[in-house]
């Protein structure tokens, strides 16, 4: 089956350590989102790949990275994670970014910080 | 600013109806999509209005009248299963996908 998929699914750091999320995708699509979800909370858009084009998000902090080497994977770098950035990291594809398109979640990556 | 709106939680009983209402304040319209959250995983779509009027789908049907920036989910025959969060996301003018912070949908035997 077409997914999207996360890796991995739990990821505890401590303070201050680097972190990498990674995310896959077999649905060929465009487009790739990485969110961050607070509880009860919106999701929170930090970046978006366009193709190969990159996309932050205004207030996305300097410290949250993304690369996309590839049409299929898609990575968040957390550069120096701080307590406040304790949440459910969630990577979505579409197909574009306009109009009906739904976007296709992967289970989630939920990062503690120590 | 950009607004969405949605109860923060609702309660309903297995098999019962429940409508879940969302408003909007975005800069532009394109569309509006309802996705369901269970606890801890991720979001999975269920619909998409972007004309007025209501949408279809099974057990669940979701309405939009764009002159009142204002949409609702409605799910019937509720069963157990259907305890989740139900997010409103709204496609604004610049193609962003605006999202609501979900309805918490509590589903009593």
């Known amino acids: 089956d077409a997914m999207v998929i996360q890796n991995p699914r739990y990821q505890v750091t401590q303070f201050g350590k680097p972190v990498t999320l990674s995310c896959s995708q077999t649905l060929n699509h465009n487009v790739m989102y990485w969110y961050q979800q607070k509880s009860s909370q919106a999701p929170k858009l930090l970046f978006h790949?366009?193709?190969?084009?990159?996309?932050n998000e205004a207030d996305t902090p300097d410290n949250f990275q993304s690369r996309r080497p590839n049409t299929s994977f898609c990575f968040l770098d957390i550069r120096s994670p701080g307590l406040g950035d304790a949440a459910m990291y969630l990577c979505?594809?579409?197909?574009?970014?306009?109009?009906?398109?739904?976007?296709?979640f992967g289970p989630g990556t939920r990062l503690t910080v120590t | 600013g950009q607004n969405i709106d949605q109860p923060t939680e609702m309660t309903a009983t297995e098999g019962a109806i429940v409508q879940i209402n969302c408003t909007y304040q975005t800069s532009g319209f394109n569309g509006l999509f309802w996705y369901q959250q269970h606890a801890g995983e991720a979001p999975t779509f269920l619909s998409y209005n972007v004309l007025d009027g209501l949408e279809e789908k099974g057990r669940f049907s979701s309405f939009l009248s764009r002159s009142k920036g204002y949409s609702y989910l409605l799910l019937k025959e509720l069963q157990m299963k259907d305890s989740a969060s139900y997010l409103c996301a709204v496609i604004d003018s610049n193609y962003q996908l605006i999202w609501g912070a979900g309805t918490k949908l509590i589903i009593k035997p």
């Open positions: 979505a594809t579409s197909r574009d970014r306009t109009g009906s398109y739904e976007q296709y």
């Open positions: 790949y366009y193709d190969k084009d990159f996309n």
